[in-house]
């Protein structure tokens, strides 16, 4: 782990989370088109994004839901505990295609990772990766790390996969690697995390703050 995150875990007295999200008819993994997804159950899945997580001073909250506004509850409870840290722990930087961002304020939504603020969310949003403009919107207002993950590569597959209408407002996609997918999606969520960090360093140093 660097030392840019390790001093965060330390000014924020422990560690530092991430939450993982999964969409509909995931919690059939193992079972479910395995010539596709593989034989790997999602449990499998997440306690591999667990144990990387670990090893680089996360903890990591899952949820599945075949429901929509589960998972728009669940990011709105994030951006809600992102938003009420002091110094916005995660930083403000704006995402490539993220220009219609806005505070969400605190919103109505059931909580998720219990006292836990999210720094970064992983979302396996499944076939509404291609449809749900409405966790498009959320995701827009959560200001940390957004990584968006797939087991498969949608861009090999049937037409109405080919589009993902969470791009515009996530930092970057994993997809096609199986199962590898999670644990390589925590690691790029803890280095762009890493990366904000050095990056709002070297702002306070040009701007002759703290060095």
Same mark, same amino acid.
């Given at each position: 782990m660097s030392d840019a995150v390790d001093e965060k875990d330390r000014a924020a007295g422990g560690p530092r989370s991430m939450l993982l999200l999964s969409g509909p008819?995931?919690?059939?993994?193992?079972?479910?088109?395995?010539?596709?997804?593989?034989?790997?159950?999602?449990?499998?899945?997440?306690?591999?994004?667990?144990?990387?997580?670990?090893?680089?001073?996360?903890?990591?909250?899952?949820?599945?839901?075949?429901?929509?506004?589960?998972?728009?509850?669940?990011?709105?409870? @994030?951006?809600?505990?992102?938003? =009420?840290?002091? *110094? /916005? #722990? &995660? !930083? +403000?930087?704006?995402? @490539?295609?993220?220009?219609?961002? =806005?505070?969400? *304020? /605190? #919103? &109505? !939504? +059931?909580?998720?990772?219990?006292?836990?603020?999210?720094? =970064?969310?992983?979302?396996?949003?499944?076939?509404?990766?291609?449809?749900?403009?409405a966790l498009h919107d959320a995701l827009a207002s959560f200001a940390g790390v957004v990584v968006e993950l797939h087991l498969s590569n949608p861009a090999a597959r049937e037409p109405f996969r080919h589009t993902s209408v969470l791009a515009p407002v996530v930092d970057g996609a994993i997809a096609g690697f199986g199962g590898l997918g999670y644990p390589l999606a925590v690691v790029a969520a803890h280095r762009l995390l890493e990366a904000r960090v050095l990056g709002a360093s070297g702002d306070d140093r040009r701007a002759g703050g703290p060095q």
């Open positions: 008819n995931l919690a059939a993994l193992g079972r479910r088109q395995p010539e596709v997804y593989g034989t790997a159950t999602l449990g499998e899945h997440v306690d591999a994004a667990r144990r990387q997580a670990a090893q680089l001073g996360y903890e990591l909250d899952h949820l599945q839901s075949n429901h929509e506004g589960d998972l728009i509850d669940a990011v709105q409870a @994030a951006t809600g505990k992102l938003q =009420a840290t002091t *110094g /916005d #722990r &995660a !930083g +403000s930087g704006d995402r @490539a295609g993220s220009g219609d961002r =806005a505070g969400s *304020g /605190d #919103r &109505a !939504g +059931s909580a998720n990772g219990g006292g836990q603020v999210p720094d =970064a969310i992983i979302v396996n949003a499944g076939a509404l990766t291609h449809t749900s403009w």
